[in-house]
């Protein structure tokens, strides 16, 4: 017996796929799904995994990333199981060329287009879980659009640190109503999904639930009128913007190392399809 195309069967397919409608008609809204056993354990990526099988069709192009890069494990691992079970269609490590992005921790450097698709692998999809603990009652306020719990957990944050000290998952306001989980990328990724053109769709397959952020809608992070959202800093003591070591970009997420060599923090781009494009386009440039 022969694996059906896309490992699911078609009514696990059609299930997936009339839940992104539902997540799509309401913005932000956390749509519950039978979320199906894959092989690999829950917390690997299950849901954008489920996703990615129902919608991909043969001819489309697909890259996968885990936080920016194409060859760590896990997205190593994804994208040959995908391969495996979706005869018919390629593969690629460039953001421009893909139809499905599938991304864990990360939204590419690249703006995405209309006719593509982010598929961002969610652990947690709720925000109010860190203030409350039942989850018909987060089903309450989710509905009401009573947030003022989470609002009161950033004001203390504020109180203790004179900042929001939230990294990642940071809570985000989806078309006025649902504050969702944007999945644990950066603030840095946060603006991006504001008005994006191409839809971005968020699975977690081990707590069963799938949401969107359709094309044009507003992603506002939670905020307070004087104490605003900022992304990431990576000015250095004197105010200068790092730049990437690889290709000396200073409009890229970057992650820190240390050289062993010469004792120095050193910073690279995360997004790696971004850090080569500078480094081809900076080549071009000094051969003419």
């Not at 069709?57 to 194409?70: E, H, N, P, S």
Request: glycine share 6%; aromatic share 8%; with cysteine.
């Amino acid at each position: 017996m022969t694996e059906p195309f896309g490992y699911l069967d078609e009514h696990a397919k059609k299930e997936i796929r009339r839940a992104c409608l539902k997540a799509v008609a309401i913005p932000g809204y956390q749509v519950p799904y039978a979320s199906r056993e894959m092989p690999m354990g829950r917390g690997f990526g299950t849901g954008g995994l489920q996703l990615t099988l129902s919608l991909i069709g043969a001819g489309d192009t697909l890259k996968v990333i885990d936080q920016g890069a194409d060859d760590s494990v896990n997205a190593v691992s994804l994208r040959n199981f995908i391969e495996l079970t979706c005869p018919g269609i390629s593969t690629t490590t460039r953001t421009t060329d893909a139809d499905i992005i599938q991304s864990r921790h990360r939204i590419p450097e690249l703006a995405l287009r209309e006719d593509q698709y982010l598929i961002l692998q969610v652990p947690y999809p709720d925000p109010l879980v860190i203030v409350e603990p039942s989850e018909e009652k987060r089903r309450i306020s989710h509905g009401e659009g009573d947030y003022s719990r989470l609002l009161v957990k950033l004001y203390e944050d504020i109180v203790q640190f004179k900042e929001i000290t939230i990294s990642h998952r940071y809570p985000t306001r989806i078309n006025n109503h649902y504050v969702i989980d944007p999945s644990p990328i950066p603030r840095w990724d946060l603006p991006k999904m504001h008005h994006s053109k191409a839809l971005i769709l968020l699975g977690a397959g081990r707590e069963k639930k799938i949401y969107a952020v359709p094309p044009y809608t507003s992603a506002e992070p939670l905020a307070f009128s004087d104490v605003p959202f900022r992304i990431e800093n990576f000015c250095d003591a004197l105010g200068k913007r790092q730049a990437c070591e690889n290709c000396g970009s200073t409009q890229s997420f970057l992650d820190e190392y240390f050289d062993t060599h010469s004792g120095r923090k050193i910073y690279r781009c995360s997004d790696a399809d971004w850090c080569l494009e500078q480094l081809q386009r900076r080549d071009a440039l000094r051969h003419g």
